[in-house]
């Protein structure tokens, strides 16, 4: 499977799942608060693992930990991915189940000013409508990590963020952010292994739609709309599994208008 860096820009693939970026066995130490961090519950170890890899990779956790000073968990909350109120960081780019393009609205959508139903609600574009999907985002709340095994684009004692897990033709890899940049990870081609310091949040359903689109609707009306993952509320989604009624969308993009 092909490795890449992401463009900060570019940074989306839509999935929902568990992250595969994975510790592998570090209890929570007195390192850990020390340098304002504290470390979340060990996973267990992998299969084939010996005792003495763990406990070494756990020294260097520790280390790492210890290097960290008052100016450098300075520098590490300064790094962090841009998160909004809520704390969550955006994905935006290309989606994962779903293509750019046009769609048509099997159900009224709601558009609203950003990726949050509390923003402001914009326009409801009726059903059996066609609409343009311009963009996706995916919310997830970043999740610290430590680099433990150099390895590919990875030093030692990198500090990293889990934002995103990718799933694609039953594939599946992550990615992360260190200082600014979005990079794929999947350890088991890596090479680098990754510790992480917190636990994984997964963002609640109830309250929290994880996965956005920003449309394009009649009149030229652009807001973003929640689409759940191969959910029912849009036709022609996939270009991959096209359905009947897709051969009659329009056959050219819609004219953007400046600053919407």
């Known amino acids: ?33 020390q340098a304002g961090i504290t470390l979340a519950q060990a996973e267990p170890v992998e299969a084939g693992q010996g005792q003495a890899d763990d406990a070494r990779l756990a020294a260097v956790l520790r280390d790492c930990l210890n290097r960290s000073t008052a100016a450098s968990v300075k520098a590490l909350v300064n790094e962090k991915p841009p998160t909004d109120a809520r704390g969550f960081y955006a994905n935006k780019g290309k989606c994962q189940g779903c293509s750019p393009g046009w769609w048509r609205t099997v159900q009224p959508a709601q558009l609203y000013a950003a990726p949050d139903r509390k923003a ?10 066609w609409v343009y999907a311009l963009e996706s985002a995916s919310l997830a709340v ?3 990590g430590v680099v433990v095994k150099p390895g590919g684009a990875f030093k030692r004692c990198d500090a990293v963020y889990h934002v995103y897990t990718n799933q694609e033709e039953g594939e599946t890899w992550d990615t992360v952010w260190r200082q600014g940049k979005l990079l794929t990870y999947d350890e088991s081609e890596a090479g680098a292994v ?19 689109t920003r449309l394009q609707g009649p009149g030229g009306v652009i807001g ?16 991959e599994d096209p359905e009947d009624i897709c ?7 819609p004219r953007i208008i400046p600053g919407r």
């Open 1 to 33: 499977m092909k490795k890449f860096v992401l463009p900060l820009a570019a940074a989306c693939l839509f999935a929902a799942g568990a992250s595969l970026l994975h510790a592998t066995g570090a209890a929570a130490s007195p390192a850990g608060t």
């Open 194 to 212: 990754i510790r992480w310091t917190e636990d994984e949040v997964e963002p609640d359903p109830d309250n929290v739609h994880d996965w956005w």
């Open 142 to 144: 970043p999740r610290h």
């Open 224 to 239: 973003w709309a929640w689409v759940e993952y191969r959910g029912n509320g849009f036709s022609c989604r996939w270009k």
């Open 120 to 129: 402001a609600k914009i326009a409801t574009v009726p059903a059996g409508v």
């Open 247 to 253: 051969a009659s969308a329009p056959k050219n993009p």
